[in-house]
């Protein structure tokens, strides 16, 4: 795999471990025990550090990006492996 490939990637397992992230650690106004805001929705976060929310966002990417990467070289589990229908018998891996 090229390195432009495992790059890109990266960046879709950065993009999708942000949705993965973003409910875990917030505290809306009332959890914190602060007022809200007039016309404040309930459910509003009280804070929000983006620079945490990255680091965390970043280290869920590395590990599953790098879980997929050994999976990609040392072939642990292969589409043909996790086939209920058989849609794969006759399709060689190129791993």
Known sequence: MRWTSALAIYFLFWAFSVFFVL???VKTSDEAGVE???GQAESAP????AGKIAIRVTIVATILWSLYMLNF??????????????????VEYAG
């Not at 009280?46 to 550090?49: A, G, R, S, T």
């Open 23 to 25: 409910p875990f650690g």
């Open 36 to 38: 809200r805001v007039p």
């Open 46 to 49: 009280h804070e929000f550090n």
């Open 73 to 90: 070289t040392y072939g642990w589990l292969t589409p043909q492996m996790i086939d209920p229908l058989g849609a794969w018998n006759g």
